[in-house]
C-alpha cells in the first residue's frame, strides 16, 4: 500500500469537503469560483496524474479510505477526466479493489453529463429549489437496483438530501 499516496488523497478530499462547506448559504457564481473551483482544478490535475501512472487508486493501492477519497475526487471533477475514470473505476470493482457503490454514483453522474437516463437514481437536479431526480432507466426496479449495493431507497435518500438543501438554505 502506498500510504503517503493514500494520506495525500484524504488531504485533497478533506480541502474539497471544507471549500464546499465554506460556501455562505445562497453562495453566487463568482463566491464557487474563487473557493471551490480552484480546488477541483488542482485535485482533478492531480488524479489525473494519479490515474495515468496507476489506474484506479484502489484499495490495494490506498486503502478503503484513500480508494474512497479518489472517488470523491473524481465526482467533483470534470466530464472529461470522469469519463476517463470510469472505466478504470469499472475495472477496479470487478476485481474487488473498489467499491460498488462508488462506481454507480460516478456511473451515474456520466450518464447525466451524457444527457442520458441514470441507473441507480444518484443524481437530483435542482429546479425552483426543489430536488429533483435526474432521469432513470427502469424507474420500478430502482430500489432493486440501489438495495444490490447496499444503498437506500431512493425517495429516503431524496427526503435526507431534500433536508440537507432546506437547511442550508435557510436564514440564519
Known amino acids: 500500500m502506498d500510504r503517503d499516496l493514500s494520506a495525500e488523497l484524504l ?3 478533506g480541502r474539497d469537503q471544507a471549500a464546499r462547506m465554506s460556501l455562505r448559504r445562497g453562495h453566487g457564481v463568482l463566491e464557487w469560483e474563487t473557493v471551490v473551483a480552484p480546488v477541483d482544478r488542482d485535485n482533478s490535475a492531480r488524479l489525473r496524474e494519479v490515474v495515468a501512472r496507476h489506474g484506479w487508486p484502489g484499495r490495494e493501492l490506498v486503502g478503503e479510505e484513500g480508494a474512497h477519497a479518489a472517488w470523491l ?3 467533483h471533477a470534470p466530464p472529461d477526466l470522469q469519463e476517463e475514470c470510469l472505466p478504470l ?4 470493482v470487478a476485481r474487488g479493489d473498489a467499491s460498488p457503490a462508488d462506481l454507480a454514483y460516478l456511473m451515474d453522474r456520466v450518464l447525466m453529463h451524457r444527457g442520458e ?3 441507480y437514481g ?3 437536479v435542482l429546479r425552483d429549489g426543489v430536488l429533483e431526480l435526474w ?4 424507474p420500478g426496479g430502482l430500489d432493486q437496483r440501489r438495495a444490490a449495493l447496499g444503498l437506500e431507497p431512493e425517495a429516503q435518500n431524496r427526503a435526507r438530501l431534500a ?3 432546506a437547511a442550508r438554505r435557510a436564514p440564519g
Open 11 to 13: 488531504d485533497r478530499a
Open 163 to 165: 433536508a440537507r438543501e
Open 89 to 92: 473505476l469499472e475495472y477496479a
Open 117 to 119: 437516463a441514470q441507473v
Open 135 to 138: 432521469k432513470v432507466v427502469d
Open 73 to 75: 475526487l473524481a465526482q
Open 122 to 124: 444518484t443524481q437530483y
